[in-house]
């Protein structure tokens, strides 16, 4: 799976679980599918690529893009299991596999994961980005420790949780309508899980990443 497009695809499935498309099975235009994930067309592009190399999708030349069986199916699966699962189950899921990831990321991280984290932690804090856009780039961070952990099946296991947890959060209210301020408290979490990475430390990776996920949520019962 691209790395760069993953974030979209998970923002991209939560969407469509949630939507209610016609009897056809036909998106949304490009314009309107990217504005709702605050992404740009390009790399919404790309995310459905992935899905319809995966038969998940199908296109008509001047009639637009729509699902498939096979993916129709397979979006039911993750919107089933959000509806089933509680907010306690999600926090207590992502809490056995994140924090593993981060301490695998602080000991398997490459350069090229290293700067990608990096990156990730420079896009989360542009200026003048919308909630969805920052959610966006938080997806982008969350996935590239997810990543750099080196493991195929706890990655596998990241993003399908990943998926649950958009599809479940997706229309939970903002406390502004702009995207997060400066002291946002996850920015300065996100700094220490990459620093504990960097620095080769696997027990403060695991630990900043618990605390994190474990803030979040608390943040998210309160609002």
């Known amino acids: ?43 919404l592009r790309k995310a459905l690529a992935m899905m319809e190399a995966d038969g998940q999708l199908w296109r008509h030349v001047g009639k637009g893009t ?16 959000a509806t089933g699962a509680t907010a306690s189950d999600l926090v207590r899921a992502r809490l056995v596999v994140e924090p593993e990831l981060a301490a695998l990321a602080a000991l398997h991280a490459g350069p090229a994961h290293i700067a990608a984290l990096s990156e990730a932690l420079r896009a989360s804090r542009r200026p003048g980005q919308t909630w969805r856009g920052y959610e966006l780039q938080d997806a982008r961070l969350h996935r590239a420790v997810a990543l750099a952990g080196g493991n195929p ?18 229309d939970r209210p903002r406390s502004a309508e702009e995207g997060p301020p400066a002291d946002h408290p996850s920015f300065a979490e996100h700094d220490r899980i990459v620093a504990a990475i960097t620095a080769r430390d696997p027990a403060a990776a695991r630990h900043e990443m618990a605390g994190h996920v474990a803030a979040v949520h608390a943040a998210m019962a309160l609002a």
């Open 153 to 170: 099946l706890l990655l596998f296991l990241y993003d399908h949780l990943a998926a649950i947890r958009r599809v479940m959060t997706w």
């Open 1 to 43: 799976m691209d790395s760069d497009a993953a974030p979209v695809l998970t923002l991209l499935q939560a969407y469509l679980a949630r939507t209610r498309l016609p009897a056809d099975g036909r998106l949304p235009p490009e314009r309107v599918l990217a504005g709702a994930l605050g992404t740009s067309r390009g790399e």
């Open 66 to 81: 729509f699902l498939g069986s096979r993916p129709l199916a397979a979006i039911d699966d993750v919107a089933a299991l």
